[in-house]
C-alpha cells in the first residue's frame, strides 16, 4: 500500500474481491517489525514459531501466552501500519471457552494485536464465536496444526484423501459461518486450497498451499536465512544473511584482538582543565 495508512479487516477483504493477493509475514520484535512494517506487506503475524526461531525450543507447544504477549508488544510498539496478528498459544483456547476469551482479549488489551490466530476446525468453532461476539477478529488455521502436529502423524501435508479433503472444506466453511475473517491453510494440496479458497468469502492465505489462495505467509527468519532448523518444501530463502552476520561476528573479534578496535574515531577526547589536572596526579 502507498499511502501507508493503517491495513483494516475491510481493506483484506477489498483485495480478495479485487483478486489482489494479500501479503503475510511473521515479525517477533521491534527491530524485525519495523523492517516488515516499511515493506508492502498486509499483515504481521507474531507467530507461535518463534518459539523455535527464537526461543529455541523444539516446537512451537513449548511457548506460553506470557512470552507470546512480550513479543506482541515489541511488535505493536514498531509496527504502524500492518494488521497484526497474535497467535493463540497451546492451551490458552482448547480447554475452556471462557479462559479462551479472556486469553484473546489480552492479546487486543495489553498487547495491542488487531486480531488473533486459532489453529482448528468445526472443533474450536463455538470458542470461535464465543470471541467474536466479545468483539475481537479471529484467523482461522487449517491443514497442518504444528500445535497438533502429533496427533496428525508429524508434519505432513494434510487432505489429501477424498474423506479428509471433504473434512478440510466443511472446517473453512464452519470457521467462516462462525465469524473469521480469514484462515490461513498449511500444508494442502493446491488444487484443494484453490476449491476451498473459491469456496469463501473471507481470504485465503496459504503456506505451502500453492498459488491460488488469497494471500501468502512465511516466516521472516526462515527467508532471511537466519534459521537454519526445519526447512519445509514450500520455503523459498530470498537473503542468506546468516554467513554475512558471522563475517561480520568474526571480523569485530579480530579487530579487537588486534586492538585495532576501537580506533581514535570511536573514541571520545577528555580536554576538560579539570580532567587532565585530575589525571595528571596519577602520572
Request: charged content about 25%; aromatic content about 6%; some cysteine.
Amino acid at each position: 500500500m502507498t499511502d501507508r495508512q493503517k491495513v483494516s479487516i475491510l481493506d483484506l477483504k477489498k483485495k480478495k474481491s479485487k483478486g489482489e493477493p494479500l501479503k503475510m509475514m511473521t515479525a517477533y520484535d521491534y527491530p524485525g517489525a519495523i523492517l516488515v512494517d516499511e515493506s508492502e506487506v498486509d499483515i504481521i503475524l507474531v507467530g507461535d514459531s518463534l518459539a523455535m526461531t527464537v526461543l529455541g525450543h523444539p516446537d512451537t507447544v513449548s511457548v506460553t501466552m506470557d512470552e507470546m504477549l512480550h513479543h506482541c508488544k515489541a511488535v505493536a510498539r514498531g509496527a504502524k501500519r500492518a494488521f497484526l496478528v497474535g497467535d493463540m498459544p497451546f492451551m490458552s483456547y482448547q480447554a475452556d471457552k471462557s479462559e479462551a476469551v479472556r486469553n484473546a482479549g489480552r492479546f487486543m488489551k495489553e498487547a495491542r494485536m488487531d486480531a488473533v490466530k486459532m489453529e482448528g476446525g468445526d472443533e474450536i468453532a463455538t470458542t470461535v464465536k464465543a470471541i467474536v461476539n466479545a468483539g475481537i477478529s479471529v484467523m482461522g488455521h487449517l491443514g497442518l496444526t504444528p500445535q497438533s502436529a502429533t496427533q496428525l502423524g508429524g508434519y505432513r501435508v494434510q487432505g489429501k484423501t477424498a474423506e479428509s479433503a471433504a473434512k478440510l472444506l466443511q472446517d473453512a466453511l464452519s470457521l467462516q459461518d462462525q465469524g473469521c475473517f480469514a484462515i490461513v491453510l498449511e500444508a494442502v494440496p493446491t488444487e484443494l486450497a484453490a476449491l476451498v479458497s473459491r469456496k469463501l468469502t473471507i481470504p485465503t492465505i496459504g503456506i505451502g498451499a500453492g498459488p491460488d489462495c488469497d494471500g501468502q505467509v512465511l516466516v521472516l527468519h526462515d527467508i532471511l536465512g537466519l534459521f537454519d532448523g526445519f526447512a519445509p518444501k514450500f520455503l523459498k530463502q530470498y537473503a542468506n544473511l546468516r554467513p554475512k552476520i558471522l563475517a561480520a561476528l568474526e571480523q569485530y573479534c579480530g579487530d579487537v584482538d588486534a586492538r585495532r578496535f576501537p580506533a581514535p574515531e570511536h573514541c571520545f577526547d577528555g580536554n576538560e582543565p579539570s580532567l587532565q589536572a585530575f589525571l595528571s596526579e596519577f602520572k
